[in-house]
């Protein structure tokens, strides 16, 4: 199992970002994926969650109706596009598949809100 995040980088309050997520070494299309955030000396905290097919998705209510998850099964990909960015929306995000009963997670990509 394979996860590679992308897309993050330095944005300023109010801005946008889309990170991506391209996975490989499992069947895609049958598991839920979704992406959480760590900031130092924090717990990770889930952010957003689609099921395998797209039709249901939940978020965590500090990003609710700033960010939207998706994912295109054709392309083994899973994406978060992240709106009207806030200072507090600094973090590492995780990309993540939970297959089984085992967590499978990517390396992580940088997304710092500041001006």
């Known amino acids: 199992v394979q996860l590679v995040e992308s897309g993050g980088g330095l944005v300023q309050p109010g801005g946008s970002l889309r990170l991506s997520c391209a996975a490989s070494?499992?069947?895609?299309?049958?598991?839920?994926m979704s992406w959480y955030r760590q900031v130092p000396g924090k717990e990770r905290e889930l952010v957003a969650s689609?099921?395998?097919?797209?039709?249901?998705?939940n978020y965590a209510d500090s990003v609710k109706g700033r960010f939207t998850i998706s994912r295109d099964n054709a392309k083994n990909t899973a994406y978060l596009q992240m709106n009207s960015l806030k200072p507090e929306d600094t973090a590492v995000y995780f990309c993540?598949?939970?297959?089984?009963?085992?967590?499978?997670w990517g390396q992580g990509t940088q997304v710092t809100v500041s001006s």
């Open positions: 993540n598949a939970l297959i089984g009963s085992e967590d499978f």
């Open positions: 070494g499992f069947t895609f299309r049958w598991y839920r």
């Open positions: 689609i099921s395998s097919t797209g039709g249901s998705t």
